[in-house]
């Protein structure tokens, strides 16, 4: 067995002042900044996971893309309650499962779901997965999101079903299956295990998982309701177009990254 490689990467190269508050963007000029910025919006994508009640024991992972090592993704280490994690607390991995910086082990399922994500899609260079109480239960019905409101709409025709569960996610053939029944889709029903969304950046795919979760929200308490009116296709088209563009998703994730850096300021240790 080859032996592991380590990458020694100091993260905290690239430190840029703190983002002022609101719809503003940080201008990286290397990719050390970028690495840094983009780290710590992963940092805080965990921190919101728990501030919402996303956490779940030791399941669910976000995963960025390392803007220098492409085939290398951050990832939360196993064991560690997302409220507690900081950017010195993340963990660089390869596509191979190998851990190449940082001290802990790595959530199996994670490296089986997103190594195989990761490198079938170039263009998704974060991944969020957990089993958020409202979507693993919208889950359950194999069944996607019907366009009954003006969220909902973020995802039409963006969604695709993954309707095969085998059990907790140990291998990477497993994984092919998962990009398989995404695609070329932004987000991913697991049937009867929660939802998996994605992004070009970790902005943009943690705004999409917590949309989705609401949206799942919304769609259970409708149907219980009783029958529901969609929004017909040309409609639910232009309004994904004008809430859900990479832009729009990004300025919606802003206000929460300053609400959690202000109120956890550790997450930046």
Known sequence: MAKVIPISIDIN?????????GIEMVE????????????????????????????????????LRDPEFSDHFWVNPLGVHFSQIKISDLLLVNHDGEVVQGERPVNVAAFAIHSRLHKARPDVNAAAHSHSLYGRTFSTYGKLLDPISQDSCAFYERQAIHNHFSGVVEEIEEGDRIANA????????????????????????????????????????????GETTKIPHDTAIKTREFIANELAAWASFQPLFDMITEKEPDLLD
């Not at 190269?13 to 508050?21: A, Q, S």
């Open 13 to 21: 190269k690239g430190k840029l002042p703190n983002k002022p508050k």
């Open 28 to 63: 990286c000029k290397t990719i050390e900044e970028t690495r840094r910025d983009q780290l710590q919006r992963l940092t805080a994508g965990f921190r919101l996971f728990s501030h919402f009640g996303f956490d779940e024991g030791v399941a669910g992972h976000i995963t």
């Open 182 to 225: 995404l695609g070329d889709k932004t987000v991913l029903f697991l049937q009867n295990h929660g939802i998996l969304t994605t992004g070009p950046s970790i902005d943009i795919a943690l705004w999409y998982y917590f949309s989705l979760e609401r949206c799942c929200h919304s769609q259970l308490m409708a149907d219980a309701a």
